[in-house]
């Protein structure tokens, strides 16, 4: 079975950083790629980051141009966990924040995550971001 759980949302004030983790089970890096999400209240689900890998060892990421810069998504094979490093965090950055994993998906630029359905999804974790 597959199963993404989130794990590292809270409160944090502006300016502050937050790691989140995706623990991955029942899936593979080298198949799937992992993108995180975020919806914030009232709004429709945003693409953030994803990653994936042609190879199993290099790593392509992609990232939405409002966290370009302030945030980093990468990858630990061993321990099968996907992280989203998230640093000098707005006010507009607070949302649930999921983690989704879709079969032979390639990530690679800036911008809107175009085609990336999931396959998988984590059950979320909160981010909120305020002073």
């Known amino acids: 079975d597959v199963q993404l759980v989130e794990s590292g949302g809270g409160l944090v004030q502006p300016g502050g950083s937050l790691r989140l983790s995706c623990a991955a089970s029942?899936?593979?890096?080298?198949?799937?790629?992992i993108a995180w999400f975020r919806q914030a209240p009232g709004k429709e689900r945003e693409g953030v980051s994803c990653i994936s890998t042609n190879d199993g060892r290099l790593f392509n990421t992609h990232y939405v141009d409002s966290v370009l810069g302030r945030f980093r998504i990468s990858n630990d094979k061993a321990n099968a966990i996907t992280y989203l490093q998230m640093d000098n965090l707005k006010p507009e950055d607070t949302a649930v924040y999921y983690c989704a994993a879709q079969k032979y998906f390639f990530c690679a630029g800036v911008g809107p995550i175009d085609g990336f359905t999931g396959h998988y999804w984590g059950q979320g974790t909160r981010v909120t971001v305020s002073s």
């Open positions: 029942g899936v593979s890096f080298d198949e799937y790629a």
